[in-house]
């Protein structure tokens, strides 16, 4: 997996949210609702997911882009929801259910529990 996010998706996320948001998570709907879907799917398709929310998580703090409560029309899932699904869906792939999150950045944390 390509593990640095680079200035260009930061700026498409920046300009685009919620059609990169759509564009990138539609095909993993149910994966998105369902952690034992999410842990069963291939590596490579969590890695689009995974990469999602530290774009996600990256716009949050950097931006201050993310959910709007006050928008009903706003379809970004919070950040940190998609964090923690990411994880506990990582947490069940290893079978490290005891994984603690130690913050940052989510590919960094994703690669250290998938190593063991």
């Known amino acids: 997996m390509k593990a640095v996010i680079d200035e260009k998706e930061l700026a498409l996320a920046r300009e685009h949210p919620r059609g990169t948001e759509r564009r990138r998570l539609l095909p993993y709907r149910d994966a998105l609702n369902d952690v034992a879907l999410y842990a ?35 379809p970004l899932l919070p950040a940190d929801r998609l964090r923690a699904h990411v ?30």
């Open 40 to 74: 069963a799917l291939p590596a490579a398709d969590r890695d689009v997911i995974l990469r999602w929310a530290e774009t996600r998580r990256r716009i949050k703090v950097e931006y201050g882009i993310d959910h709007d409560q006050a928008n009903l029309a706003d």
């Open 87 to 116: 994880l506990a869906g990582e947490r069940l792939a290893a079978k490290e259910p005891d994984f603690v999150d130690p913050g940052g950045d989510l590919i960094v944390v994703a690669e250290r529990l998938r190593r063991g």
